[in-house]
């Protein structure tokens, strides 16, 4: 169904038809607005607000280093910063300028939940403080978003390659569980993903309020990609290389991996 304007447009080029350089002009105005009226901007790119999301705990050493790498990337910056944080993180958030907030002390995912429920819109992107994501990646993530071909974008190590899945015996644990609960969602879904835990993805901050997470701890990911799916939420992967993490590997996630994995049956 065509709209007023472009019937008065049309009268227009009519009446302006001798004149070639007129009526060429008007009819390319026509024409677009045909376009725009027909199928809508949902099918155009959206300029929407990137966010991205720093969850910290002790990270006084990093910080001031992701904040800088960051900012060419995101339109704003929000700091988490854990309650039981005993360090300067906060003070170098502060003298940064750089909005920050402080969660009630019970892990990443309540952490990161805080964050969900205090951006409003916009896209929003997590990203570790501890250096292991590489910030230049940032539009990838949060590109398929905007052209709506996904709603929760997923920076995948095993796409992309890691110095943190390969290595001594705890970085082989680490990947042979990380795959195991990939595969078990993969079969309880009809699904094939990857990797579901990584920390660096990106999700429209409406579809994120939606999942109503629960999780407190760093299962908080795998939960997010069980949710969207069951949601009928497109999940999509990027090749993302993960660098070396300067602390220790906490294998207490893996278990609360496969608690949510078997919450889904």
């Known amino acids: 169904m065509l709209l007023p304007k472009y019937l008065i447009l049309e009268y227009i080029f009519q009446r302006c038809k001798k004149n070639q350089e007129i009526g060429k002009f008007i009819k390319t ?3 677009l607005n045909r376009e725009h009226t027909q199928w809508g901007s949902k099918h155009l790119m959206k300029k929407e607000k990137v966010i991205c999301v720093i969850p910290t705990f002790n990270e006084q050493k990093s ?21 039981k944080s005993t360090d300067n993180t906060k003070s170098i958030v502060k003298s940064m300028g750089i909005e920050f907030i402080v969660d ?16 409003k819109e916009g896209i929003i992107v997590f990203i570790d403080a501890d250096g292991s994501h590489i910030v230049k990646d940032i539009p990838i993530l ?14 995948s190590r095993f796409l992309g390659g890691s110095e943190e899945l390969h290595g001594d015996f705890n970085k082989f644990l680490r990947m042979f569980f990380s795959m195991s609960i990939a595969q078990i969602i993969n079969w309880r879904f009809k699904k094939e993903i990857q990797d579901t835990q990584n920390g660096f993805r990106a999700i429209r901050a409406t579809t994120a309020k939606r999942l109503h997470l629960e999780s407190n701890i760093f299962d908080i990911e795998t939960e997010m990609v069980m949710k969207c799916f069951k949601k009928g939420y497109r999940v999509l992967e990027v090749p993302s290389r993960e660098l070396k993490k300067t602390w220790k590997i906490r294998n207490t996630y893996l278990a609360n991996g496969f608690h949510i994995c078997l919450e889904s049956f």
Do not use: Q, S
């Open 29 to 31: 105005k026509i024409f």
């Open 63 to 83: 910080i001031g280093d992701i904040i800088k790498e960051v900012k060419p990337y995101c339109d704003d910056i929000l700091v988490v910063i854990a309650k």
């Open 104 to 119: 009630n002390g019970l892990g990443k995912g309540e952490g990161m939940r805080c964050a969900i429920n205090k951006i």
């Open 142 to 155: 949060v590109e398929p978003i905007k052209k709506g071909k996904a709603d929760m974008v997923i920076a």
